[in-house]
């Protein structure tokens, strides 16, 4: 098994912002993808993409709001 690691320079596949989220979706015809979302675009397509079942690899949107917090 392999870990997952974000770095800064992983890019949301919507905005290319930094990444903070790793999902894994089911595409029929051609097996399993990883999409990266930033906070905002996977707070916006959340319940959709859990809906449709795509499964969440990785979230570091709590440890990068901790961090903030403590600046």
């Known amino acids: 098994m392999t870990t997952l690691v974000l770095t800064a320079a ?3 596949d919507r905005c290319s912002a930094r990444a ?3 999902v894994s979706v089911f595409v ?3 097996g399993d993808h990883e999409l990266l979302f ?6 916006q397509h959340e319940a959709k993409l859990l809906f449709s079942g795509a ?3 990785l979230d570091k949107r709590r440890q990068v709001q901790n ?3 403590l600046v």
């Not at 930033?38 to 707070?43: F, K």
């Open 10 to 12: 992983d890019r949301c």
């Open 20 to 22: 903070h989220v790793v």
């Open 28 to 30: 029929p015809e051609s």
């Open 38 to 43: 930033c906070a905002h675009h996977y707070r």
């Open 55 to 57: 499964h969440v690899l």
């Open 67 to 69: 961090q903030q917090s």
